[in-house]
């Protein structure tokens, strides 16, 4: 057993800890396999009412898979980063499926698969350090883990918005956009687990130690979001962003013009086609999807230039819009057959 992951019981509960504090509790496949394993043990048990995830350390709950490791790996062309999603899709799932509570508590750094393993559970606690963001299209990705069912289920268009543009949102407007449920400051942290060891349903516990989460930057700019980003194409959007005169359309139509025009593309396709999905279609339209990822250019080159080389100056391929065909985006979403991901 992997001592990246932690199992303890407190009472009633169930309580996992990323505990990889120094690489920001990023995931690997033993980590995921292992927390699949915990929660399919803990399900069958009656003595176990909650589960609670939490992250090591103060920076981070998780900043997502090991990047690096998938980066080396896919370029040696090896199984170990598909492997690895599949992996990682499978918990998604199981967290999805859970038949208890499950209840996340998210601080500082919550990015890609730290999302996949909180988003999908019944509470996700958020106090006033973290920072969210599903990042992956500034290199070379989509925002995957469930980020096909989850965010086309926010607000209006927010999680098209935060698809595309990989906006870092803060607590206020993690609780305002669905990602988080409730409030609770950090220093309430350790009190609120022992409330919950009794066995008590979470949402009374909740009701007396979540606060107000006021001044969401999302419900101030919300006409703006839900006005350009409901459009059907990625171009039709910029193309709204500039008819907006606003310091805030000016800013997203600059970000935009920085992620992988690929990546956008197959990114908004994919939370169209994922509001109409149920979750365990979106996780195989995503394995799909990661699975012509690695099989191509702009992760490689994303991750080159933000992480390897850090020269921030990724050279996309194509490196337009007008260059991503609909054929080419098309192929994302052509079944796999027998390599389809397994759920069961």
Same mark, same amino acid.
Request: with cysteine.
């Given at each position: 057993?992997?001592? %990246? ?11 996992? *800890? ?8 990023? !995931? ?29 350390? /103060? ?6 898979? %090991? ?10 062309? #090896?199984?170990?980063? !598909? %492997? ?36 999908? +559970? ?27 069912? @989850? !965010? ?28 988080? *449920? ?8 350790? =009190? ?6 009794? +066995? ?14 006021? /001044?969401?930057? !999302?419900?101030?700019?919300? #006409? ?7 459009? %059907? ?10 008819? /907006? /005169? ?27 086609? +994922?509001?109409?999905? #149920? ?16 099989? +191509? ?30 054929? =080419?985006?098309?192929?994302? @979403? ?11």
């Amino acid at each position: 057993m992997t001592e %990246d992951v932690l199992f303890a019981r407190r009472g009633t509960l169930g309580l996992i *800890t990323l505990n990889r504090p120094k690489a920001l509790n990023a !995931l690997s496949q033993d980590m995921c396999a292992a927390i699949r394993m915990q929660l399919g043990e803990w399900a069958r048990e009656d003595a176990i009412k909650t589960v609670i995830i939490r992250g090591a350390g /103060d920076r981070a709950f998780c900043a997502g898979g %090991d990047i690096r490791m998938l980066y080396d790996a896919g370029r040696a062309r #090896s199984t170990e980063a !598909l %492997d690895f999603y599949r992996s990682e899709y499978r918990l998604n799932a199981v967290i999805k499926h859970f038949p208890k509570p499950y209840i996340a508590l998210l601080h500082g750094i919550v990015m890609g698969g730290g999302v996949g393993v909180s988003v999908h +559970g019944s509470h996700r606690i958020v106090n006033e350090t973290v920072t969210f963001a599903m990042p992956e299209t500034g290199i070379g990705l989509f925002p995957d883990v469930g980020g096909s069912y @989850f !965010l086309p289920r926010c607000p209006g268009e927010i999680g098209m918005y935060l698809a595309l543009t990989g906006e870092r949102l803060k607590f206020a407007d993690c609780v305002y956009a669905g990602v988080g *449920t409730h409030f609770v400051p950090a220093a309430a942290s350790e =009190e609120l687990i022992s409330a919950l060891e009794s +066995g008590t349903e979470p949402d009374l516990v909740l009701h007396s130690f979540a606060q107000p989460a006021r /001044d969401a930057s !999302l419900e101030k700019y919300r #006409s703006n979001i839900d006005g350009a980003f409901s459009r %059907d194409s990625v171009e039709a959007i910029v193309r709204a962003l500039e008819d /907006d /005169d606003s310091e805030w359309a000016r800013a997203a139509t600059s970000t935009l013009g920085k992620k992988s025009p690929t990546s956008l593309k197959i990114t908004c396709r994919q939370m169209r086609e +994922g509001r109409h999905l #149920s979750f365990d279609d979106c996780m195989r339209m995503e394995f799909r999807m990661v699975d012509r990822v690695m099989a +191509g250019h702009d992760f490689y080159e994303g991750v080159r230039a933000a992480i390897v080389e850090k020269d921030n100056a990724p050279k996309w391929q194509p490196p337009t819009l007008a260059e991503v065909s609909n054929a =080419e985006v098309n192929s994302y @979403f052509t079944p796999l057959g027998e390599a389809e991901l397994a759920l069961d």
